[in-house]
């Protein structure tokens, strides 16, 4: 079974500059999530999909940040314009949403690690 | 904002020897789930334990659960080199389920 697949691996950039992430998480898996591991730090989650539509955006600084899922199947993570604080490593995660409402363990992918200078 | 504290941050060992770690965390949650991290690696899930159990197995690895405390811990028995590697728990809280993750326990296993 192939697992979450993240591109780029590595971005470098300067500050006030534009980046984007692409996930595509594993096949017939409803909900996707991007974190952001800042080093020394567990994964903070930024945002979650449910097929297409956001469940959870309460932690994603969207004046800067955006993301979107339009098929319910691949996704995209922006930042625009990127911060010095913004260098960390983003994980996108899948995981099956359950009959019964509950989910299921998450899938991490490699991670795309990300230096604004 | 962290939920869970993992405890201690850093733990070194010989290989053969357990190793134990521990997670507070603050409110109530749906199930909690440890997560190992190698250097350069994603994160793997380890394993998963509901807010009603109290004890989890699997191969190496038992978890407890102690709702009323709010803490859990993670024992690895008869540790070995390659399970050098970062822990977390992470607490699932909501009806989403967010998973909000602790800073980590560090543990390194000396061969």
């Known amino acids: 079974e192939a697992g979450v697949a993240q591109s780029p691996r590595y971005k470098i950039i300067e500050k006030r500059q534009s980046v984007a992430f692409w996930c595509n998480p594993i096949?017939?898996?409803?909900?996707l999530y991007w974190y952001q591991q800042i080093l020394g730090q567990g994964p903070k989650l930024l945002i979650q999909f449910q097929n297409n539509g956001v469940v959870d955006d309460s932690q994603l600084p969207k004046d800067r940040f955006s993301a979107e899922r339009l098929k319910g199947v691949d996704s995209t993570l922006k930042i625009q314009p990127a911060k010095l604080e913004d260098s960390a490593v983003y994980l996108c995660a899948s995981s099956l949403f359950l009959v019964g409402g509950s989910y299921n363990e998450q899938f991490f992918g490699p991670g795309t690690r990300l230096t604004v200078l | 904002s962290q939920q869970g504290e993992e405890d201690p941050q850093a733990l070194s060992i010989q290989e053969g020897e357990n190793a134990t770690m521990n997670c507070s965390y603050k409110?109530?949650?749906?199930?909690l789930q440890w997560y190992r991290q190698n250097s350069g690696r994603g994160l793997v899930h380890l394993i998963l334990?509901?807010?009603?159990?109290r004890e989890k197995h699997s191969g190496r690895l038992r978890v407890t659960l102690d709702t009323s405390k709010k803490s859990s811990s993670l024992l690895i028995t008869a540790s070995r080199a390659a399970d050098t590697a970062s822990y977390f728990c992470?607490?699932?809280?909501?009806?989403?389920?967010?998973?909000?993750f602790g800073k980590g326990t560090k543990l390194t296993v000396n061969p």
């Open positions: 409110t109530s949650i749906n199930n």
């Open positions: 096949s017939g898996h409803a909900t």
């Open positions: 992470a607490t699932a809280q909501g009806g989403s389920e967010k998973l909000v």
């Open positions: 334990i509901r807010s009603n159990e």
